[in-house]
Nanobody
Framework: QVQLVESGGGLVQPGRSLRLSCAAS????????MDWYRQPPGRERELVAA???????NYADSVKGRFTIFIDNAKNAGYLQMNSLKPEDTAVYYC?????????????WGWGQGTQVTVSL
């Protein structure tokens, strides 16, 4: 059974950086795609960043130039590098990913449990 386990959240001052991790546990061959969403307090979940199988990336306008999404299949993990953090980046961050389970093309898709990021003095 595959699970996505997130880590790396915490309390950080404005202008600082954090790197969120989303590790796929279980027997997988690779992570095909990954998205990072966030849900600020009292607001709906929104897409922050996405990466496809060929490495193409997309970012919300609010994070372009500050956040970077990438996958390291040697570690069965994806990451969201967040630089120049702002108070408005405060949210619970969730990853979702499609993983390749076997060479017949069987895939699994699911969500991580979420990790809190708080940007404050």
């Amino acid at each position: 059974q595959v699970q996505l386990v997130e880590s790396g959240g915490g309390l950080v001052q404005p202008g600082r950086s954090l790197r969120l991790s989303c590790a796929a546990s279980g027997n997988i061959i690779s992570i095909n795609t990954m998205d990072w969403y966030r849900q600020p307090p009292g607001r709906e979940r929104e897409l922050v960043a996405a990466i496809t199988r060929d490495g193409s990336t997309n970012y919300a306008d609010s994070v372009k130039g500050r956040f970077t999404i990438f996958i390291d299949n040697a570690k069965n993990a994806g990451y969201l590098q967040m630089n120049s953090l702002k108070p408005e980046d405060t949210a619970v961050y969730y990853c979702n990913a499609e993983t390749l389970l076997d060479h017949d093309g069987t895939t699994w898709w699911g969500w991580g449990q979420g990790t809190q990021v708080t940007v404050s003095l």
